[in-house]
């Protein structure tokens, strides 16, 4: 899997995106598959050096298409088992396909850019193997497990219409930020 390419990072040419909050139907529409021309098309190549922006921005750790209004097959994710470091892998997958290795779920918190300051606990797959797209138009495979896995399962959700609040087993674990650091976060084992 290649790394996100600092060479081409050229914050003068890139802009933030606004991001769609829970509501917009952008969030509720299956996405469409981008083809290699697409990819490779300097349109798309720009929407990936932005979102990449957009999401260094609000300090994402995950940041799909439909979040910023484009209908495409596309997130751009930091990926790294330490949660919030950000010194992880940054990549741009494409037409995502996820395949669960293993039958392991885990429940863990997770939160969403276009659903503001709310924090849930969600079941994923521990462990996914993905086949996607690169920003290059190169076919890569990989595996991740643990958090790098939950935040590509959320972001394909994305890409489907799906938030986390649907993945919920039950909605008692919902909780604004704010108590979420007051009544929770402490007692996060599971
Ligand atoms: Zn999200």
């Known amino acids: 899997m290649r790394a996100f390419d600092a060479g081409k990072y050229n914050s003068a040419r890139m802009s933030i995106l606004k991001v769609a909050r829970m509501g917009h139907p952008v969030l509720r529409a299956r996405a469409q598959a981008l083809d290699r021309t697409r990819i490779k098309s300097p349109g798309t190549q720009k929407l990936i050096d932005d979102m990449f922006e957009t999401m260094a921005e609000y300090h994402g750790v995950g940041l799909a298409a439909p979040q910023v209004h484009e209908g495409l097959r596309l997130f751009v994710a930091t990926l790294d088992s330490e949660r919030g470091d950000d010194d992880g892998e940054h990549v741009a997958l494409i037409n995502p396909e996820i395949v669960p290795v293993g039958a392991d779920m885990v429940d863990d918190w997770e939160g969403c850019l276009s659903i503001p300051d709310i924090r849930g606990r969600v079941p994923r797959h521990y462990e996914i193997r993905v086949r996607a797209f690169d920003r290059h138009a190169?076919?890569?495979?990989?595996?991740?497990?643990?958090?790098?896995?939950?935040?590509?399962q959320h972001e394909t959700d994305h890409l489907d219409g799906i938030l986390f609040f649907d993945r919920m087993r039950s909605l008692d674990t919902l909780t604004f930020l704010d108590e979420y650091s007051r009544y929770w976060v402490k007692s996060d084992e599971d």
């Open 138 to 152: 190169e076919r890569i495979e990989l595996t991740a497990k643990g958090f790098p896995a939950r935040v590509i």
